[in-house]
């Protein structure tokens, strides 16, 4: 079997696929142990078993989806290590939280992706004024002495921009379901 490291394409492709995916793996992990450092424990251990088996992976496959399954084999693994240590839920339990957080995690990617779509919409001066609010955390009184115009102004363009996200959102969202 050949190490991902040995192909330097194959790492490239495990590197790209990861760092979309790590922390909806993380939250994944934590959502379902409820314990910081136990589930940066899995963590590790998921991140090195993505990595030693990557040379398996089905492309045509969902890499989140299959990093899900290894992560919830590590759960159980660690469950079954520690179940006479600690309050544990029950299997039956577990596998419904996972199901749960799994759809929950990809409604929320769906959801950035449609986001991200929306922001392109936008002007460069729109983006760069929300970005500038919600990134960098500037004030509107901030903003507005940097664009010569009054904080009122700033607080209902940000109103606008926020709602008009809001409609591009759900509308993206109901077109994606009914497709």
């Not at 469950?79 to 996972?98: E, G, M, P, Y």
Request: glycine content about 2%; proline content about 2%; charged content about 25%.
């Amino acid at each position: 079997m050949n190490e991902p490291a040995e192909q330097p394409e194959s790492s490239e492709s495990f590197f790209r696929q990861f760092s979309k995916s790590d922390r909806k793996i993380f939250g994944y992990i934590l959502a379902l142990v409820l314990d910081v450092a136990a589930a940066e424990d899995i963590y590790q251990e998921t991140c090195v078993i993505l990595w030693k088996e990557f040379p398996q992976y089905d492309p045509e496959r969902s890499f989140l989806n299959w990093a899900y399954g290894i992560a919830f084999n590590q759960i159980r693994k660690y469950r079954r290590k520690f179940q006479n240590q600690r309050l544990i839920f029950s299997d039956t339990l577990v596998t419904a939280l996972a199901e749960d957080v799994s759809s929950m995690v990809e409604e929320q990617s769906e959801r950035q992706l449609a986001l991200t779509c929306c922001l392109e919409n936008l002007s460069a001066r729109e983006r760069n004024l929300l970005d500038s609010y919600y990134g960098d955390q500037q004030t509107a009184a901030a903003l507005a002495e940097q664009g010569n115009c009054s904080v009122h102004a700033i607080y209902k363009t940000i109103k606008k921009l926020r709602r008009a996200l809001h409609e591009c959102v759900t509308r993206r969202l109901a077109n994606e379901a009914s497709s």
